[in-house]
């Protein structure tokens, strides 16, 4: 399993979970022999038989043939409800005709020059509206999105330090593969974290420029700010945490995040690459009403397609545009990702397209909720916009020692098993959370409460 364990172990016998997991395990071997067979295949040619190391799961990654709206398929021919959507991109539910076309229409007319075409004034001033940025531009996945923030605020304020949450994960570049999951014994005191490199292949040099903070506490922040004061260059940030579960933002801290980056002539890099296209129309800027100097985006905006933006006020976009920073890429503004982009924000992703995003998913997180109550399970339900899951903590979460002392990984684990032996994919590992799609309707959340349910039942009774 990719699990970045968690050190709790909540009220559930251990012994009856063991069972249990054995039991679904067992279960999962027998229903995915075509994955194990093209797993023997792929280790031979990609290291742990994956194109990507967060696709690592145990014994065995599920192979996937194809996905039609809600709906996917496995080698073996069997069929889920998709809740995983690609980690939170597809929102405009696979195979989506109207992207389709508009690829299929911008192939036929070529599909790469690395000059501009139109489909990137278009989106860039779709974008605009959204997120209340005046300037954009592109790149091909959310790690480089975050990349040129990081740029962009060194670049812009000639400083070094970056500020990034403790227990967030922005991206696979040097400055923010720091204190990603670290464990227990490394996190050091609450008021000043120990920066650890997430893995190896990172120089301490590096590491040393990121300083974590514990999210929603405003106050630790201000220590930061007033013991480096004039050093930092900009605070990266998910506005709502969305890889360690949900947790959600405390009323006022944001705003008191924008305040003090004011103060500190520091820039504020929203990263918006899981919460952008799905939280709502303008992302968690507009939810929450607070602005930042730059937003990081990719997975959802693109309908499938790998392209990320990074939007910035007209000050950062003078920096960019004089060449001070080099914001560059052979593929930026792809012509046929722009088309998926420019479909999937006017076409699919209206404002309509959010308002029942919402519904469904204030449904299913009451559904969840009423089968943790009647089992009296140790969990409760987070949700925002098309983003939801069921958290194994008998509390509830504000930062990552939270997610670390308080969420049962055994539990999770078992979860996911039970959820993807009865037909619905999800997310590998502790972590994550459900992204739905606008092709899920009642049908296909019945399908996801009775997984739960069946699950709820056996691990109570
Ligand atoms: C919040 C956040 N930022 C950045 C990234 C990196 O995006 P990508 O995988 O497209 O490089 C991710 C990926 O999961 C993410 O969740």
Redesign the pocket.
């Known amino acids: 399993m990719a699990q970045r364990g968690t050190a709790a172990e909540s009220s559930i016998d251990r012994k009856r979970i063991n069972e249990l997991t054995e039991a679904q395990m067992a279960r999962f071997r027998e229903l995915t022999p075509t994955s194990a067979e093209r797993f023997e295949r792929a280790t031979k040619v990609m290291p742990g038989g994956v194109p990507s190391s967060f696709q690592l799961n145990d014994p065995w990654p599920v192979y996937i043939d194809r996905g039609e709206g809600a709906l996917v398929w496995d080698v073996d021919g069997r069929e889920y409800v998709d809740f995983h959507n690609g980690?939170g991109v597809m929102c405009i539910g696979h195979a989506n005709p109207a992207v389709g076309k508009a690829v299929t229409e911008r192939h036929a007319r070529g599909t790469h020059f690395a000059a501009p075409t139109d489909g990137s004034i278009e989106v860039a001033g779709e974008l605009a509206n959204r997120f209340g940025l005046p300037q954009w531009r592109f790149s091909n996945?959310?790690?480089e999105s975050?990349m040129s923030a990081v740029h962009l605020a060194r670049g812009a304020t000639e400083r070094d330090l970056i500020i990034k949450i403790e227990g967030s994960?922005?991206?696979?570049h040097d400055a923010v593969m720091v204190s990603c999951y670290p464990d227990l014994d490394e996190l050091g005191p609450r008021e000043s974290p120990t920066p650890i490199p997430f893995g190896s292949g990172y120089p301490d040099a590096v590491v040393q420029l990121t300083r974590p903070v514990p999210f929603n506490d405003a106050e630790i922040l201000e220590g930061i700010f007033a013991r480096h004061a004039g050093k930092i260059a900009g605070l990266i940030m998910?506005p709502a945490m969305?890889?360690i579960n949900i947790i959600p933002p405390r009323d006022g801290y944001l705003e008191r995040v924008r305040e003090l980056c004011s103060e500190h002539g520091t820039i504020l890099i929203f990263?918006e690459?899981?919460t952008g296209a799905t939280i709502s129309y303008g992302g968690a800027t507009q939810r929450f009403g607070v602005q930042p100097d730059v937003v990081c985006l990719?997975?959802a905006i693109c309908g499938g397609y790998p392209g990320?933006a990074i939007g910035m006020t007209a000050e950062l976009g003078e920096v960019v545009a004089s060449d001070k920073v080099h914001q560059i890429g052979t593929f930026n503004g792809n012509p046929l990702v722009m088309a998926a982009a420019e479909a999937t924000l006017t076409e699919v992703l209206t404002p309509d397209a959010y308002e029942k995003l919402e519904a469904t998913n204030k449904a299913l997180l009451e559904r969840c909720q009423e089968v943790i109550d009647r089992h009296g399970l140790p969990a409760y339900t987070e949700g925002l916009g098309a983003k939801g899951c069921v958290i194994f903590s008998p509390e509830r979460m504000y930062e990552y020692r939270d997610y670390l002392t308080k969420v049962d990984g055994d539990l999770s684990t078992l979860a996911w098993l039970y959820h993807m032996n009865h037909g619905i994919f999800m997310t590998p590992g502790v972590e994550e959370e459900w992204t739905l799609s606008i092709a899920h309707d009642q049908e296909h959340i019945d399908r996801y409460v009775a997984a739960f349910e069946s699950f709820a039942a056996d691990v109570s009774s």
């Open positions: 980690f996945s959310g790690t975050t994960y922005d991206g696979h998910e969305m890889n990263d690459v899981k990719a997975k990320g």
